[in-house]
């Protein structure tokens, strides 16, 4: 397995994050807080700044921490993850959990998503986060073996209705 770290988004990541953004086209890119949406990068990073206090976040939402997972042989930019520091909002307590992240297109299938997600998990515990909620779609195999090789538990499901999937909710014990 390659070596990854997480890296906190910055302009020095700018041509990794926008070749990123590209790849992904009209795919939905999970765990890039409004990265897809935001044309300007620098407007996203102050976003990034913004959402990671919960006194600047926006209000009704829960404050998050964003990362560029990144390896470290050729610093190239293979996913992206977001922490929810706290599930205070029903979409991420149904929905989205407290981590939420994709792995570049031409990425996948290298092992990438599940260091990820044990980085992340890292950062997470960082925040005092000991039991940690993560989702996937029912037809998400991938990601449901991600979860699965972290130590997710199925607890149940939820279904949600703007996207017509069945979103499996696995804790993760963070010890």
């Known amino acids: 397995m390659e070596k990854l770290t997480l890296v906190s988004p ?11 953004k590209e790849a992904f086209g009209e795919e939905h890119l999970h765990g890039g ?17 913004r959402a990671g206090s919960a006194s600047s ?15 470290e042989r050729d610093q190239a930019m293979v996913g992206i993850c ?3 520091h706290d599930l205070n909002q029903d979409y991420l307590l149904t929905i989205a959990g407290h981590i939420g992240y994709s792995i570049h297109p ?5 092992g990438y998503a599940t260091e ?11 925040l005092g986060i000991d039991r940690v909620l993560v ?5 998400n195999i991938g990601s449901q073996k991600t979860i699965l090789a972290n130590g997710g538990i199925l607890e149940n499901s939820y279904y949600d209705k703007v996207d017509d999937d069945l979103m499996l909710h696995y804790w993760i014990k963070n010890d």
Request: charged residues 35%.
């Open 33 to 49: 807080n409004r990265l897809q949406e935001t044309d300007d990068l620098s407007d996203w990073l102050q976003h990034l700044e």
């Open 135 to 139: 989702t996937a779609a029912d037809w």
């Open 57 to 71: 976040c926006e209000e009704g939402r829960s404050p998050s921490s964003t990362f560029l997972c990144i390896r």
């Open 10 to 20: 910055s302009m020095d990541w700018e041509k990794e994050i926008l070749a990123y």
């Open 106 to 110: 031409a990425e996948r299938r290298k």
């Open 116 to 126: 990820q997600l044990r980085l992340a998990l890292l950062e997470a515990k960082k």
């Open 82 to 84: 977001n922490i929810r």
